[in-house]
T-cell receptor
Framework: KAGVTQTPRYLIKTRGQQVTLSCSPISGHRSVSWYQQTPGQGLQFLFEYFSETQRNKGNFPGRFSGRQFSNSRSEMNVSTLELGDSALYLC?????????FGQGTRLTVV | GESVGLHLPTLSVQEGDNSIINCAYSNSASDYFIWYKQESGKGPQFIIDIRSNMDKRQGQRVTVLLNKTVKHLSLQIAATQPGDSAVYFCADHHRAGTALIFGKGTTLSVSS
């Protein structure tokens, strides 16, 4: 079966712009979580969605937001981009407790 | 606070050796732990998990040990192969739901 698909794989944006990242979970998985990965901070939890509702939220500013659609696909949005937002953004989908990760979207802010 | 961390950022071993990667956690209420492997350019891949009511769990060439007394867990890889070279993360399940709290990671380098 197809794995978790994240698009795009790479993005370059300018400071102040906004960006939307997309995640298609494994078919049948209703839970989608987002993580930010940087060399300095490692993997940090952003938020988790289940059945279109945000179930948990990490410690990130309000510039980071997300949503989940009825087909379980999820998007995350970052507004007013800062240089420090450059990172690998990972999406994971779950049916039970085991999380399956996509390959991530590499965002570079210049 | 709630945190899951690793003892060493890097570990270098020879092919065929056994590898041990360690992780300390601070939240005594944590009840579920997972080890992930991340290869370059890929997302984390599930290796093995363990619940707090267990001390040891074995998979194919991997064993996870949990010591709740000192809040420590370890990942043992038997007969390490070059394909095991990657970054290894321990993670703790969030209190509610399936969100994961990750440690910083240990980079395992296997030389032939």
């Amino acid at each position: 079966k197809a794995g978790v698909t994240q698009t795009p794989r790479y993005l370059i944006k300018t400071r102040g712009q906004q960006v939307t990242l997309s995640c298609s979970p494994i078919s049948g998985h209703r839970s989608v979580s987002w993580y930010q990965q940087t060399p300095g901070q490692g993997l940090q939890f952003l938020f988790e969605y289940f059945s279109e509702t945000q179930r948990n939220k990490g410690n990130f500013p309000g510039r980071f937001s997300g949503r989940q659609f009825s087909n379980s696909r999820s998007e995350m949005n970052v507004s007013t981009l800062e240089l420090g937002d450059s990172a690998l953004y990972l999406c994971a989908s779950s049916l039970g407790q085991e999380a399956f990760f996509g390959q991530g979207t590499r965002l570079t802010v210049v | 606070g709630e945190s899951v961390g690793l003892h060493l950022p890097t570990l270098s071993v020879q092919e065929g050796d056994n590898s041990i990667i360690n992780c300390a956690y601070s939240n005594s209420a944590s009840d579920y732990f997972i080890w992930y492997k991340q290869e370059s350019g890929k997302g984390p891949q599930f290796i093995i998990d363990i619940r707090s009511n267990m001390d040891k769990r074995q998979g194919q060439r991997v064993t996870v040990l949990l010591n709740k007394t000192v809040k420590h867990l370890s990942l043992q890889i038997a007969a390490t192969q070059p394909g095991d070279s990657a970054v290894y993360f321990c993670a703790d399940h969030h209190r509610a739901g399936t969100a994961l709290i990750f440690g910083k990671g240990t980079t395992l380098s296997v030389s032939s």
